[in-house]
C-alpha cells in the first residue's frame, strides 16, 4: 500500500517559537495532501487542503497566517505552526489520497507538538 | 447543522461476536462514505469505502451498508477478535467545489477474549 511519513513524530517547543512539520508521500505521487488536527478522545478536525502548485484551502475558522502550508513539490506539504502557545498543542496528522482526491486516504503516522 | 454521529460510548463485545457500530449524518450528500481503523496514538488507517450509489460491499470479516434514504451507514465486524479492539472512524467524502474528507468522532470497540 501507499507509505506517508511525517517528521518529526513529536517536539516539544517554547511558546511563541515556530515549528514545521513535513508530511511526505514516499512511494506515490499527491497533488492534494489534507492536514488534520486531533484532541484526545475526538476525532480528526479538517484544518486545510494542501494544493501542489498553488495555495492551500483552509477550513472555516483556521487561521491561515499561524497554519502555513506550503506544497511544493508532488511529494512534501509542510505545516508551520507560527507562533506556538499552548492551545496549539495537539496531534497533528497529514493525509493524502492515492487516487481520487476523495477516494481512500493514506494518512501519515502524526506530529504530537506539545507548546509550554 | 451538518453532523456526523457515532456511538460515543465505547462497544464491548465477546471474541467471536459480531460488533456492528452506526454512522448518521445530517446535511451532508457525500460521494462516497469511508471507514477507518484508528489505534492510540497512530494515524487511522483505511479499511473500507462505499459508493453512494451502492448499498452494501464487503471486505474479509467486515461488511458496510450505505443507506443514502436514512443517511446511515452501518459497520460490521464479524467473528470479531481481541486484536480488532480500536477506534472506528465514519467519514464522508465531499465534493464542495473541492474534494475533502470529514470524520466522525468514532467509536471504542473492546473486544474481550
Avoid at chain 1, 511563541?16 to 497533488?31: H, M, N, P, W, Y
Avoid at chain 2, 497512530?42 to 459508493?51: D, K, N, Q, S
Avoid at chain 2, 448499498?55 to 467486515?62: I, N, S, T
Wanted: hydrophobic share 35%; charged share 20%.
Amino acid at each position: 500500500g501507499a507509505v506517508v511519513s511525517q517528521h518529526p513524530s513529536w517536539v516539544i517547543c517554547k511558546s511563541g517559537t515556530s515549528v514545521k512539520i513535513e508530511c511526505r508521500s514516499l512511494d506515490f505521487q499527491a497533488t492534494t495532501m489534507f492536514w488534520y488536527r486531533q484532541f484526545p478522545k475526538q476525532s480528526l478536525m479538517l484544518m486545510a487542503t494542501s494544493n501542489e502548485g498553488s495555495k492551500a484551502t483552509y477550513e472555516q475558522g483556521v487561521e491561515k497566517d499561524k497554519f502555513l502550508i506550503n506544497h511544493a513539490s508532488l511529494t512534501l506539504s509542510t505545516l508551520t505552526v507560527t507562533s506556538a502557545h499552548p492551545e496549539d498543542s495537539s496531534f497533528y496528522i497529514c493525509s493524502a489520497p492515492l487516487r481520487e482526491a476523495f477516494g481512500e486516504q493514506f494518512f501519515g503516522p502524526g506530529t504530537r507538538l506539545t507548546v509550554l | 447543522s451538518q453532523k456526523i454521529e457515532q456511538n460515543s460510548e465505547a462497544l464491548n463485545i465477546q471474541e467471536g461476536k459480531t460488533a456492528t457500530l452506526t454512522c448518521n449524518y445530517t446535511n451532508y450528500s457525500p460521494a462516497y462514505l469511508q471507514w477507518y481503523r484508528q489505534d492510540p496514538g497512530r494515524g487511522p488507517v483505511f479499511l473500507l469505502l462505499i459508493r453512494e450509489n451502492e448499498k452494501e460491499k464487503r471486505k474479509e470479516r467486515l461488511k458496510v451498508t450505505f443507506d443514502t434514504t436514512l443517511k446511515q451507514s452501518l459497520f460490521h465486524i464479524t467473528a470479531s477478535q481481541p486484536a480488532d479492539s480500536a477506534t472506528y472512524l465514519c467519514a464522508l467524502a465531499l465534493n464542495t467545489g473541492g474534494f475533502k474528507t470529514i470524520f466522525g468522532a468514532g467509536t471504542r470497540l473492546f473486544v474481550k477474549a
